[in-house]
C-alpha cells in the first residue's frame, strides 16, 4: 500500500503510533520535575468503567480509556517530521 509520493503509508502509521507511546512516557516521566510538569498536562476520555456482559458461561467486559497529553502530541508532530524526512 503505497501512499502519495511512493512512501509506504504503514511506516507512518508505525512512527505515529510510536510517537504517541514515547511522549505519553516521557510525559509520566516529566510529571516529576516541576520545571518539565507542563508536558504532562492532558486529557483523559473515554469509559471510565469497563462494561461487562454476563452470557452464563463467557463474561465479557468492554472499556477504552485514552490520555492526549502534550507531550503525546509533540511525538506525534516529531513522528512526522522524522517521517519526511525519510
Given at each position: 500500500?503505497?501512499?502519495?509520493?511512493?512512501?509506504?503509508?504503514?511506516?507512518?502509521?508505525?512512527?505515529?503510533?510510536?510517537?504517541?507511546?514515547?511522549?505519553?512516557?516521557?510525559?509520566?516521566?516529566?510529571?516529576?520535575?516541576?520545571?518539565?510538569?507542563?508536558?504532562?498536562?492532558?486529557?483523559?476520555?473515554?469509559?471510565?468503567?469497563?462494561?461487562?456482559?454476563?452470557?452464563?458461561?463467557?463474561?465479557?467486559?468492554?472499556?477504552?480509556?485514552i490520555?492526549?497529553t502534550?507531550?503525546?502530541?509533540?511525538?506525534?508532530?516529531?513522528?512526522?517530521?522524522?517521517?519526511?524526512?525519510?
Open positions: 500500500m503505497k501512499g502519495a509520493g511512493g512512501k509506504n503509508s504503514w511506516a507512518l502509521f508505525l512512527m505515529i503510533l510510536a510517537g504517541i507511546v514515547l511522549g505519553g512516557f516521557i510525559g509520566m516521566l516529566a510529571e516529576g520535575v516541576p520545571a518539565l510538569s507542563w508536558i504532562g498536562y492532558g486529557q483523559s476520555f473515554g469509559l471510565e468503567s469497563p462494561i461487562t456482559m454476563n452470557l452464563g458461561i463467557l463474561i465479557i467486559s468492554f472499556g477504552l480509556s490520555k492526549i502534550i507531550a503525546s502530541i509533540l511525538g506525534v508532530v516529531l513522528a512526522i517530521i522524522i517521517y519526511r524526512f525519510l
